[in-house]
Each structure stands twice: as C-alpha cells, then as structure tokens.
C-alpha cells in the first residue's frame, strides 16, 4: 500500500474557479503534513503546513482529518500562475513521504 | 531570503562512473536530506543526516550511495558507481530541526542527473 496516495489529475479550470485536492495516507502515526508546489523541471516549494484545526493563506484552505487520514487542498479564484503539480507530503518517523502530485492547469 | 543551492544544474557521466553532487543547506539548518525524483515519478526519499551521521536511509539507499558533510557549509551525495537507473534529479533539503513547526524542508533547484 502505498504511503501516500493523491488523485494524478490533471485538473483544467477556468479562471476564478475553484479546485480542490484531495489526499490520503496509510500511516496512522503520521506526524506532519503539508501541501508542497512543484513547478515542471524545479524543485518542490512549499505552500502550507497542514494542521489539525484547518489553515487558510489567502486563497488557499488546508485541512486535515486525522480520523480518516486524509488531507485537502482547496484553491479559491483560481489565477494563471495556480498552474502547477501539487504535492501532498507527509511526515511518518522522520521520513517525507510524498504523493505522485495532482496536475492543475488554469486556463484563461 | 536563505535559500538551499546545489551544484551542479547538470551532470552527465558514463556508466560506471562516480559522481559527486554538491549542496549547501540553509546556513542555521541542522538536518540535511537527499531526495532523488525520476522523470515523470514522484520524490523519493534516500537519506537524512543530522549531527555528522546519516539519521534516516531508504531503500534506495545502498551501498553504492554515500553522503558527507566536508566542511561546515556543504553536504555531499556520492555515487560510486553510477547505473542507467540512477539518471534522475536529485534535490537537496534541509531543514531547522525535527520539532513542530522546524520540520519544514526547503528544497535545492536540483542537480540533474544523466547516467549513458
């Protein structure tokens, strides 16, 4: 079973829409979480730690339920520049486990 | 903004062949990882180092792998002798600690990796 499991995509919305992502992982001792953006050819970035009680930035929304050990990634008004591969990433004993990524393209 | 560089951007070598890929964490980091990404695949964990020893290793981290930290600013992955399987890129992270909240990793741009 795989640690991490995210839904590939891709994604194509419009502008202004709004997407979510979800994810989900095998280790119920898991013990941090984050949403990390990676952009073709570079190096993941991170976009926000995830944290039991839910976190907003901006425009973005994580949650974790700890109980179903899945995490969300919900992006409101969707810009041109939101196009990348989102990566869920979780933390089990020390170790970054990460999900193959969900493709988001935003299309004019 | 501190940021994590590797050198170098590319690296191609013949089979067989050992390579060094170089990196320099965020200068008041403490933990330092290797990931390795293949073309079209996920980041896969190798290895994490902490106070001058490998903490963590993966599977994929064998005996033809090794990391060093030279001096005190860079941090090393070698590859004895490189395999076609080992062309991937290989990202750089460090971060603050393992505590809430200092866990975050930062990545390196990568060194891209091609094995003929």
């Known amino acids: 079973r795989k640690e991490v499991e995210q839904d590939p995509g891709p994604f194509n919305v419009p502008e202004g829409a709004t997407v979510a992502f979800n994810c989900t992982y095998s280790?119920?001792?898991?013990?941090?979480f984050f949403w990390y953006r990676q952009d073709c050819r570079k190096e993941p970035k991170l976009l926000m730690s995830?944290?039991?009680s839910g976190n907003e930035d901006g425009r973005f929304t994580a949650q974790l339920n700890r109980a179903s050990q899945y995490i969300s990634l919900l992006i409101r008004d969707s810009k041109l520049s939101d196009s990348a591969t989102y990566l869920c990433?979780?933390?089990?004993?020390?170790?970054?486990?990460f999900g193959t990524g969900t493709s988001l393209t935003v299309i004019p | 903004e501190p940021e994590v560089t590797q050198t170098p951007s590319h690296q191609v070598t013949q089979m067989g062949q050992e390579v060094i890929l170089r990196c320099v964490p965020i200068?008041?980091?403490?933990?330092f990882y290797w990931y390795r990404q293949i073309l079209g695949q996920k980041v896969e964990f190798l290895v994490s180092?902490?106070?001058?020893?490998?903490?963590?290793k993966s599977e994929i981290f064998d005996d033809q792998f090794s990391v060093e930290r030279p001096d005190g600013s860079n941090f090393t992955l070698k590859i004895r002798s490189t395999k076609l399987e080992d062309s991937a890129m290989y990202f750089c992270?460090?971060?603050?600690?393992?505590?809430?909240?200092?866990?975050?990793?930062?990545f390196g741009p990568g060194t891209r990796l091609l094995v003929l």
């Open positions: 992270a460090s971060s603050e600690g393992k505590a809430e909240g200092e866990e975050t990793q930062y």
């Open positions: 280790n119920s001792a898991s013990q941090s």
């Open positions: 995830v944290y039991s």
């Open positions: 990433v979780v933390n089990t004993g020390n170790q970054f486990y």
């Open positions: 200068s008041n980091h403490l933990y």
């Open positions: 180092f902490y106070n001058n020893e490998i903490s963590e």
